[in-house]
């Protein structure tokens, strides 16, 4: 059984920082890839950044040089360092993992003040 939790969100001001953690508190598989997405009111969900367990990262072109993505495949765990927050960063952000199946987490709320 995969459980994926986030936790880390929060309200920041704009410029600031945050940093999302996520852990599959279930039973530990090798994901083929964990991602985190966000979903703004009245939008879509979309990807934000994503690590294979290779190591191999992407990233959304409106978060590169502000968010990294790292993670330990071993311990289903991924991380994602958000820099220089914007108010348009506002959104629910969600773990995903990938196996055969994909798993996401509930999503924890992101919420940048101008």
């Known amino acids: 059984q995969v459980h994926l939790v986030e936790s880390g969100g929060g309200l920041v001001q704009a410029g600031g920082s945050l940093r999302l953690s996520c852990a599959n508190s279930g039973s530990i598989v090798h994901f083929n890839i964990m991602a985190w997405y966000r979903q703004a009111p009245g939008k879509q969900r979309e990807l934000v950044a994503g690590?294979?367990?290779?190591?191999?990262?992407n990233y959304a072109d409106y978060v590169k040089g502000r968010f990294t993505i790292s993670g330990d495949s071993a311990k289903n765990t991924v991380y994602l360092q958000m820099n220089s927050l914007k108010p348009e960063d506002t959104a629910v952000y969600y773990c995903?993992?990938?196996?055969?199946?994909?798993?996401w987490g509930q999503g924890t709320q992101v919420t940048v003040s101008s």
């Open positions: 995903n993992a990938q196996r055969i199946g994909t798993y």
């Open positions: 690590i294979s367990s290779g190591g191999s990262t």
